[in-house]
């Protein structure tokens, strides 16, 4: 019984992988991204793996999704082989659309990053390391992950991830419960669901750990059952429903998720705009421009940090510019907004629905740097895309296709008209 261990650059969990893979009687098969697809037809089934694919570059999981390789893991997944993508690979399957599993394999959801607020103060974003605990929840559908777990079960289990948090609109959301697909679901020690942090540890929706797609052979899941014997039955449930060999064919989820449209962005008079970029080399957006061009989509990509303040004084305008929250004067440079304008240039505005840097950085100012006249800020990413041929008047919708910067449900996405 063959498993292939799929690992991406940046994957750094396939040692506990493996480990976790033998102990449930199968065979762990390193598999590589760039090796030959044919190889994956021969495996039974197959993991991809936790870590931090190209460094979670645009955001955690794209570049990895727009990997050919997953068109083959789509296939085999269809012939219904188990697929169990753990913590990078649940961003991976997420950004495939694998999971939930909508007509077409359409993005449905997202992996975000971490919210821990308690209080209404902001403990942290982004990474979080520690053990938590995790039950089925009362709604989930029996899958191939399953079969050794009981609905009492509690199971103690690692997280380390940056962009844990599962965000849907509330039409899918209903949709998932009814169909049993929310699997996993953090939980205290008794296993009542608790949306609060510690218990919630990421802010996820609906306290959710783990989602399967409808027809169970697909489970994207954030904690890490390979890195303790506690996860061991999730591992062999994988076996079992390998031997039992049994496939359904199933209709996709009904939800039918809305198109992507970047209306154009206006910024409030009251906010002044700072434009900010790397002097170093920008890796991300090197690494965006590098796999749209594998996509055949010939550009020239730059990104920005972008951000909105809004203050009494252009005086507290200024000292916010030179306090350094917002950037580092030593690696990045201010621009005027001009500098970002070409004739043959698609700037397109990136922003969290939730701009927990922008809340995070104002909090900062205000306990460490007592700019309380700062009345808001905000955060976001500009991204440019300069094309090789002006006259594509298709780089907008092919650019927004491939989600590689937006992933709608996390995120809000405007066309930018540089002034």
């Known amino acids: 019984m063959k498993i292939a261990i ?31 697809p044919d190889k994956l037809r021969e495996m039974d089934g197959y993991i991809i793996v936790g870590g931090f694919s190209y460094e ?43 999971v939930p599993g909508l007509e077409n394999n359409k993005v449905a959801m997202a992996l975000t990053e971490n919210k821990r607020i308690a209080n209404n103060k902001i403990l942290g974003t982004g990474y979080y ?22 609905a009492k079960a509690i199971v103690n289990v690692p997280i380390a991830h940056g962009e844990g948090r599962f965000v849907m609109t509330d039409a899918l959301l209903q949709e998932v419960k009814i169909q049993g697909l929310n699997v996993f679901q953090y939980c205290d020690a008794s296993g009542r669901i608790v949306d609060e942090f510690p218990i919630n540890p990421n802010g996820s929706v609906d306290n959710i750990a783990a989602i399967s797609n409808k027809a169970g052979n697909v489970m994207a899941m954030m904690p890490h059952p390979e890195r303790t014997v506690m996860g061991d039955p999730i591992f062999q449930s994988m076996r079992d429903y390998i031997r039992e060999g049994q496939h359904v064919s199933v209709a996709p989820l009904m939800y039918y998720p809305r198109r992507l449209v970047a209306t154009s962005y206006q910024c409030d008079s009251q906010y002044e705009e700072a434009i900010v970029e790397l002097i170093i080399t920008d890796n991300q957006a090197l690494t965006v421009e590098n796999t749209l061009r594998q996509l055949g989509i010939p550009v020239k990509v730059r990104r920005r940090m972008h951000w909105e303040i809004k203050a009494n004084t252009k005086e507290t305008v200024e000292k916010v510019l030179a306090s ?27 922003r969290a629905k939730e701009d927990l840097i922008g809340q995070q950085k104002m909090q900062t100012l205000q306990d460490h740097f007592a700019i309380n006249n700062a009345i808001s800020i905000h955060h976001g990413n500009l991204w440019s895309f300069e094309a090789d041929d002006p006259t594509m008047n298709e780089l907008e919708e092919r650019i927004l296709q491939t989600n590689i910067i937006v992933n709608p ?11």
């Open 6 to 36: 799929i690992q991406f650059p940046g994957s750094n969990c396939e040692r506990e992988t493996a480990m976790a893979v033998k102990r449930a009687g199968m065979e762990p098969i390193s598999f590589l991204w760039n090796e030959t």
């Open 324 to 350: 350094g929250v917002l950037y580092n004067s030593r690696k990045e440079r201010k621009l005027a907004s001009h500098e970002v304008k070409s004739a043959a240039t698609i700037n397109f505005l990136v």
């Open 409 to 419: 449900y996390a995120y809000d996405c405007y066309r930018y008209h540089a002034g």
């Open 129 to 150: 390391n520690a053990w938590v605990t995790m039950r089925l929840s009362d709604e989930y559908q029996r899958n191939a992950f399953t079969r050794h777990l009981t």
């Open 56 to 98: 979670d570059r645009s955001r955690a999981g794209i570049i990895a999704a727009l990997d050919p390789l997953m068109l083959s893991v789509k296939a085999e997944s269809e012939k219904g082989k188990p697929v169990l993508g753990i913590c990078n690979g649940a961003q991976i399957l997420v950004e495939t659309g694998l």
